[in-house]
């Protein structure tokens, strides 16, 4: 049986809930859902709806890779502070402080935004982080 999970969807906002369904399916980790749902919000906020993407997961032993690859090699996610009012820009910090690492790789009419995780959840390159999820 494969380790990976790979993903082909159009991203909308009843996309997230399926590929977060899938990823805990495959993993059993609070961490890479919720890196998934930051991922394709992302795209949905700055690509639109609609935008084909490919959503893969790989690795389980003490590590796990998420990328998300879209059709825009031009809009590449930026790690800003967003002010204490605003209702968004906080998704890429939280990928920052959840991952080990993340980064963009251009490829030929594409991008590729990835994050690496360890696969026990609750623990980042800062320490230990407590996740709240609500129902």
Not at 34 to 61: D, F, I, K
Request: proline share 6%.
């Amino acid at each position: 049986m494969s380790s990976d999970l790979t993903l082909r969807l159009l991203v909308t906002p009843g996309a997230v809930p399926l590929a977060r369904h899938a990823v805990r399916e495959h993993l059993g980790s609070h961490t890479a859902e919720l890196c998934v749902s930051e991922l394709l919000t992302n795209a949905l906020t700055h690509l639109g709806e609609g935008t084909p993407v490919t959503l893969r997961v790989t690795g389980r032993a003490a590590r796990t890779r998420v990328e998300l690859t879209d059709p825009d090699p031009r809009a590449w996610p930026v790690l800003r502070e967003a002010l204490d009012d605003a209702e968004s820009g906080r998704g890429l910090a939280l990928l920052d402080a959840l991952a080990l690492r993340w980064g963009v790789v251009q490829g030929p009419g594409s991008k590729t935004v990835w994050c690496e995780l360890e696969l026990d959840p609750g623990h980042s390159r800062h320490g230990r982080v407590a996740l709240i999820t609500g129902g």
